[in-house]
């Protein structure tokens, strides 16, 4: 089922999210920038999109990597996956790091993340003396096996 995603172009050239497939879950986020723009290594650039959406409640946006811009490039959202908030209406912008040991180069119109939507559930905080057992326990980092 297809939820309705109500967009604001905030540039004149930004450009709609696009479904690269019939079934790709998530739709690519297109740099919204007039020239060029270059990312030394290890380096976050706020990457502009030119849109704001009105998010659906009960559901968030969670913008991630495309698979192969950070493959083959070493670009990928600094803050590894950003979530936009159903009652957010500023403008999406990508924090692009460079992970790799080159400068890399954002051209206009380039796809820079993809943004997937998805419902979430909201919790109810409270405190407890204790924690109910469960087989795994405290066991942490690499307590599993890896």
Known sequence: MAENIEIVKLRDNAIMPTYGSKEAAGADLYACISEEITISPHETVLIPTGLSMSIPNGYAGFVYARSGLAAKQGL????????????????????????????????????????????????????ADELEDSERGAGGFGSTGV
Not at 89 to 107: D, M, Q, W
């Open 76 to 127: 990928a959202p600094a803050n590894k996956v950003g979530v936009i908030d159903s009652d957010y209406r500023g403008e999406i912008i990508i924090a692009l790091h460079n992970h790799s040991k080159s400068t890399r180069t954002v051209s206009p119109n380039d796809r820079v993340a993809q943004i997937v939507f998805m419902p979430y559930a909201k919790a109810d905080f409270s405190w």
